[in-house]
């Protein structure tokens, strides 16, 4: 499976982006699907997870309410909708997915991963 992030970039405190994730190379819906992210220093951070049937959605405290996670089986894409952001959240998103569950991602023992796109929050 391929991953590749697109929609990251610079918004100011408060605002919002969408990110997406592209998959190519396997059965798409056969496949958990989560983001990560990660600053210079630090390990990855969990961010969400989605079941393979989209039923099953995982957040982790820090965004819960902020950010909504979704998935176009039809168009073999996740995405990661931000809303309300701020300056922590600024670091590089990971893509990940696998074919175990969200167990797997959430655990960050995902199959594959994308190359991650950077979100910059200003203050």
């Keep these: 499976v391929q991953l590749v992030e697109s929609g990251g970039g610079l918004v100011q405190s408060g605002g919002s982006l969408r990110l997406s994730c592209a998959a ?40 819960k309410g902020r950010f909504t996670i979704s998935r176009g089986n039809a168009k073999n894409t996740v995405y990661l909708q931000m809303n309300s952001l701020k300056p922590e959240d600024t670091a590089v998103y990971y893509c990940a997915a696998d074919r175990g569950g ?22």
């Design 24 to 63: 190519s190379g396997r059965t798409f819906s056969n496949f958990a699907m989560g983001w990560f992210r990660q600053t210079p220093g630090k390990e990855r951070e969990f961010v969400g997870a989605i079941s393979s049937s989209g039923v099953n959605i995982y957040y982790a405290d820090s965004v």
């Design 102 to 123: 969200t167990a797997n991602i959430r655990s960050a023992k995902a199959d594959y991963w994308g190359q991650g796109t950077q979100v910059t929050v200003s203050s």
